[in-house]
């Protein structure tokens, strides 16, 4: 029988996520996720009046692939992957891997080297087609986030399909706010961080990219980085597990950096020239999300969070900075995380996660209890 949760989800990627209209074609991939999810996709996508396009993934299978990829058969698989992305209008990913670790022993030369490939495939769905991403709840992600499967999976639908109009007002004001701003300065525990982000736009996430959503980011001028970020959220980035990241920036470069796994994030950190500055900060504000789960689409969009992204800056708004890697590493600042402020120009923007300016108070947490 089919779910109704799952057809509520569909209408809300297809018609207000990306907002499908007739004619448009779309690309649903789904990984690792109920047959019964893929259908009322293309259900939605075809009483939106578009062009419904399907494929399915498998975790492990991607895997045995990756494990020996060459260069001669990734480039084809590039090929073939970005001449199909030209002719998409949208694009619709779930993703359900069971086990987030499943890459976890293929070796890091060969994951740098399946997303350099791939990085073209990337950027023409991102800045080209109409897109939005997110997880399929399992039970490697309830144990994650702490919670029984039947109770993670009503957090899940209770988040995936909140009204982010509701969000709106206060998100394009933190928008007009963030670009007229130059100066930022960041503190907390373990944390100075000062940059700049004049002339470069902000972006509003408010469900049409991403689901869960919930930010508005923007970026730092490349070299204007100074000072040191402690990310108190536990990260995956490559299928291994990185705590306690603190990177160290001297003229926007990352000079230092550290974690429970040091040598591989520094590894990481050296797969190109731009993996050592950033492309991307954000203030995250879904008001539902309160802790860790060690999943990105989740942990970005944190009530009280900011994350601060090493490599490839978005064309949105971007500081010139390219890279294979793009990297969110998240800090939560509310109290019982251990507090932190933000100043824009000197301005105190936020303290221990709730926004002061009256414009902005709508995005705290505080209002939907």
Not at 86 to 94: F, G, S
Not at 202 to 219: L, M, Q, Y
Request: glycine content about 6%; charged content about 25%.
């Amino acid at each position: 029988m089919q779910d109704a949760r799952f057809d509520k989800l569909a209408s809300v990627l297809v018609n207000y996520s990306t907002n499908l209209q007739r004619g448009e074609k779309v690309l649903i991939e789904t990984f690792d996720t109920p047959e019964e999810m893929t259908i009322a996709l293309i259900r939605a996508a075809r009483k939106a009046g578009a062009i419904p396009f399907s494929q399915l993934q498998r975790a492990r299978v991607s895997r045995e692939l990756a494990l020996d990829a060459d260069e001669k058969q990734l480039d084809l698989a590039a090929a073939h992957e970005l001449a199909r992305m030209k002719k998409m209008d949208a694009y619709i990913a779930v993703r359900g891997s069971q086990n987030v670790s499943e890459l976890s022993d293929v070796p890091i030369d060969r994951m740098k080297l399946i997303a350099k490939k791939m990085r073209p495939v990337q950027n023409q769905r991102v800045q080209k087609t109409k897109w939005v991403v997110l997880r399929w709840p399992t039970p490697s992600m309830a144990q994650m986030a702490g919670m029984s499967t039947e109770a993670f999976e009503d957090f899940f639908f209770k988040v995936c399909t909140l009204d982010y109009r509701k969000l709106q007002p206060g998100m394009k004001a933190l928008k007009a706010l963030m670009e007229k701003t130059d100066q930022v300065q960041i503190k907390g525990p373990g944390t100075d961080l000062r940059f700049s982000m004049k002339g470069i736009s902000a972006i509003i996430c408010g469900g049409d990219r991403n689901i869960p959503d919930g930010e508005v980011f923007s970026c730092p001028v490349k070299n204007s980085v100074q000072g040191h970020v402690t990310f108190n959220t536990p990260t995956i980035y490559q299928s291994t597990g990185f705590e306690n990241i603190r990177l160290d920036f001297r003229d926007g470069k990352i000079v230092e950096a550290t974690s429970n796994q040091t040598e591989k994030l520094n590894a990481i950190l050296d797969s190109d020239a731009g993996a050592r500055y950033i492309g991307e900060f954000s203030l995250g504000c879904n008001p539902y999300i309160r802790e860790p789960m060690r999943d990105i689409l989740f942990d970005e969009k944190i009530a009280g969070s900011f994350h601060f992204t090493p490599g490839e800056a978005y064309q949105e708004a971007d500081n010139g900075n390219r890279s294979q890697v793009h990297w969110d590493m998240v800090c939560i600042q509310r109290k019982e995380y251990g507090g932190g402020e933000i100043y824009f120009d000197d301005n105190l923007v936020r303290r221990d996660g709730e926004f002061l300016p009256k414009a902005l108070q709508s995005l705290n947490w505080s209002r939907f209890r």
